[in-house]
């Protein structure tokens, strides 16, 4: 939710119930389960603070989305609409309740101009991409070694391992996000095989998991195929949106402000999840412990079938949903992981949310040693009107990376790239994983180096790539882009570059 004026943000972390709150099913409409399984409705339009209402003849316009009176079925209202807006619905049999409770919210400004401009930097130079992927490869592992007593017949760990370690060589010798992104979905694709593996004796099958988060910021209709569509699946969204709400916590007790930009390796330009990508891949971690913590309920026998329910909506599309009292499991899991003891880099921790909390701490120290590098270096530019070179700094050029000759972009990105491999060793940073025990980490470890030994093999992969698809422009985030704007100066794009 963003408040029009002031450019403040609010973000929710919900559980998963087909892309709405099983407690707001109840808190808000006030219907039991078998009263929204009869009706086969959508499930509810929010007005928040911030954004004009009208009404003109039959249309309902919140902001600059237009909705239908007679299509409306629940209003959910946060701003405190017109006594006659409000008597319209009504008139048309729609349910509307006031709220004035933004519990469970996130109060956070968004990024700072200056460092989303950084983030971009980094991320359009894929300063971090490889960084993020070996994190990746290493929680996977982390989860299979933790779990590994559950197998039956230890023989076929093996091929997990080795199958993750086919992903994690398809993109060590890269750092085009593509490639990047495409070895961690392989690797994920393994990791479902194992979980499917351990769970399916107890009816238990990941299907396809997609986050609530799609749908926040949007009217909640529509045929979402993906959402919820097993058990499982509502097993898993729960879990992993109950863990990464600690990143929020997290971000907002140090007023850290990472809303607004899109991350290293969850980005997308056509999703809404794009723009809070940052907090994502910071979460990594914390979503990974939430796995192991589910399948571990799953095989104990903790959670089962009956705490989870079938609803019938979005047109009268089954979903799943888990129970309060399914909830109230998955949340005290939660609490005993973030609380217990956990090993990494050497270091034993009393608590991983302690860990998370020094992860965050040295990775804001890394972002803004990063910008201070960016604030210092220059890159040379030509300017025959001048007769000669034009010392630009990398910040300001970031802001014309779209529009740059491809020479000086490709330029530009060695510069920023090389930049973050060099503060990345200043501070020793690597991104946390999950790791249970010492033993654990010993035994990760040993599998990602006999990984490498053999990474020689694939040494021109990312050329490869490159001479066959084209080295694709990213596109900025739009804080930046807005940043951009607010400028007094010209653009780098107007000096002749050729």
């Not at 101009?113 to 991320?123: E, H, M």
């Not at 993020?132 to 490869?137: A, D, E, F, N, T």
């Not at 107890?202 to 195929?225: A, E, T």
């Not at 994502?280 to 009956?306: F, N, S």
Request: hydrophobic letters at 35%; aromatic letters at 12%.
């Amino acid at each position: 939710m963003t408040e029009k004026n002031t450019g403040k943000q609010q973000i929710k972390c919900v559980k998963d119930s087909s892309h709405i709150l099983y407690d707001r099913i109840y808190n808000l409409t006030g219907l039991a389960a078998e009263e929204i399984e009869e009706a086969r409705t959508n499930l509810g339009t929010p007005i928040y603070q911030g954004y004009d209402v009208r009404l003109i003849d039959d249309d309902l316009f919140i902001g600059d989305v237009r909705y239908k009176l007679k299509d409306i079925k629940f209003i959910f209202d946060y701003a405190g609409i017109q006594e006659e807006i409000k008597q319209r619905l009504l008139d048309y049999g729609c349910y509307y309740e006031r709220k004035t409770n933004l519990s469970g919210w996130f109060n956070v400004e968004r990024i700072e101009p200056k460092r989303a401009v950084y983030v971009d930097a980094i991320r359009l130079s894929n300063g971090f991409n490889n960084l993020y992927l070996k994190s990746v490869i290493k929680s996977d592992l982390s989860i299979i070694f933790a779990l590994q007593g559950m197998i039956p017949d230890q023989r076929v760990l093996k091929k997990y391992v080795d199958k993750i370690g086919d992903a994690y060589l398809y993109g060590y010798h890269s750092h085009a996000n593509k490639l990047c992104n495409s070895a961690e979905g392989l690797a994920a694709d393994v990791l479902w095989e194992f979980t499917n593996k351990l769970i399916e004796p107890y009816n238990f099958k990941i299907s396809n998991r997609i986050s609530d988060r799609l749908c926040q910021l949007r009217r909640m209709v529509g045929n979402y195929s993906s959402m919820a569509k097993t058990a499982t699946d509502a097993l898993f969204n729960t879990t992993y949106q109950l863990f990464e709400e600690e990143i929020w916590k997290i971000l907002e007790e140090k007023k850290i402000n990472y809303l607004g930009v899109g991350g290293f390796s969850h980005f997308s330009y056509y999703s809404d999840l794009s723009w809070m990508g940052l907090p994502l891949d910071l979460g990594d971690a914390l979503k990974k412990g939430g796995h192991y913590t589910l399948v571990d309920t799953i095989l104990a026998e903790e959670i089962t079938h009956e705490d989870i329910k079938r609803l019938t909506a979005f047109k009268g599309e089954d979903n799943y949903t888990v129970t309060k009292y399914g909830c109230d499991i998955l949340y005290e899991k939660k609490e005993e992981l973030f609380e217990s003891s956990c090993f990494y880099r050497g270091k034993q921790y009393s608590s991983f949310r302690e860990a998370c909390r020094e992860e965050i701490d040295k990775f804001d120290r890394l972002l803004s040693n990063i910008g201070d590098r960016l604030e210092e270096e220059h890159l040379s530019i030509k300017s025959p009107d001048l007769g000669n070179n034009l010392a630009v700094k990398l910040w300001r050029l970031t802001l014309d990376w779209e529009y740059l000759p491809a020479k000086l972009r490709e330029n530009l990105g060695e510069s920023v790239f090389q930049i973050c491999q060099e503060e990345i060793q200043k501070l020793d940073f690597q991104p946390l994983v999950w790791m249970r025990s010492k033993h654990i980490e010993q035994r990760v470890n040993q599998e990602i180096a006999n990984f490498e030994e053999l990474a020689f093999l694939f040494t021109d992969r990312e050329e490869k790539h490159h001479q066959k698809h084209g080295r694709k422009i990213g596109q900025l985030s739009p804080i930046t882009k807005e940043f951009s704007e607010t400028l007094l100066e010209l653009p780098v794009s107007w000096i002749n570059l050729e």
